[in-house]
């Protein structure tokens, strides 16, 4: 949608004389998303990485293809896709296809898909990568406790295998992390000189928890909407943590960054989380496009071409 032809975005305009600025900027987005992200990206000249979106859910069904067009316009260079599980990780594969250089598909066994016939499904997962495949990571893996400890020993049991795969194939780990991290830090722990690197994806906790991630020293915090949230603590946690150790991502289509939040999620958003970024602390967009995308090369450049 171009502004100059949007009656509605006419009518957010008209009502900047009318609100203070928060509220101005509020209800420009809300009428007129997609040229308040024209707006975002004025200040940026330099490309952006989504490292975490799952493009390959129903949410983006009905319209990828523009999905993915408000993506370039925004400056975002590549995507990351994770799975959850076997199928969802040939979704990512047939999306990588369809956006060859672009998209790029992860696989993995996520906490939450984590059954009792755990052991069987993993099994025929690792057969994909004893085969030739294009995935760049293990992923989305991890421990989640949040809800339940129903499968606690078996997502136990299924991270761990896991972690050993990345080491095995090479292959960064895109970890998901929720009420599991002392369990987690234990077990990679035991591998810590092996391991190839990753994301701890969708970081929102303190600066203890970012210290305990961040012993691994080829791992990196992906940061999203939630810096952008009105409670969100990272806004007084980032300045402590190194932009060396920071890659960005949406975890589209949730976490959509204010002032697109209640929305479905997605990567030309990314621009609202690089301005907050920025802000936080204390310089330029581009440098925050800059130095992300370094980062985002480091731990995934064996497999992502730059």
């Given amino acids: 949608m171009r502004c100059e032809q949007s009656p509605r975005a006419f009518g957010a305009l008209w009502g900047l004389v009318l609100f203070p600025l928060t509220w101005k900027v509020a209800l420009f987005c809300a009428f007129a998303p997609h040229c308040c992200l024209q707006l975002a990206n004025k200040q940026m000249t330099t490309g952006i990485i989504d490292t975490h979106i799952h493009l390959d859910v129903d949410d983006y069904r009905d319209d990828l293809h523009e999905v993915i067009a408000r993506a370039k316009d925004a400056d975002v260079t590549k ?97 998901h992390c929720r009420k599991g991290q002392n369990e987690m830090v234990h077990i990679l722990k035991k591998y810590e000189s092996q391991l190839p690197g990753g994301v701890f994806h969708c970081f929102t906790g303190n600066e203890h928890e970012a210290d305990a991630f961040l012993q691994f020293d080829k791992f990196v915090l992906g940061i999203g909407g939630v810096l952008t949230f009105k409670k969100s603590n990272l806004p007084s946690v980032l300045p402590h943590i190194p932009l060396s150790r920071i890659v960005l991502e949406t975890d589209g289509p949730y976490m959509a960054p204010v002032p697109m939040r209640g929305k479905r999620n997605e990567s030309a958003y990314l621009t609202h989380v690089v301005e907050k970024m920025a802000e936080t602390y204390a310089t330029t967009s581009d440098e925050i496009a800059r130095q992300t995308s370094e980062n985002v090369k480091r731990v995934f450049g064996k497999r992502v071409p730059f």
């Fill in 79 to 175: 995507v990351f896709i994770p799975a959850i599980d076997e199928s969802s990780g040939d979704a990512a594969l047939l999306l990588a296809q369809r956006y060859p250089n672009y998209a790029f598909a992860m696989m993995g066994l996520h906490p939450e898909e984590v059954k009792a016939d755990y052991a069987e499904v993993l099994r025929h997962m690792k057969k994909r990568f004893d085969e030739s495949h294009s995935f760049i990571a293990v992923g989305e893996v991890g421990l989640d406790f949040y809800w339940s400890r129903e499968f606690e020993q078996q997502q136990l049991e299924a991270f761990e295998e896991q972690v050993r795969w990345s080491i095995e194939y090479d292959l960064p780990l895109m970890i």
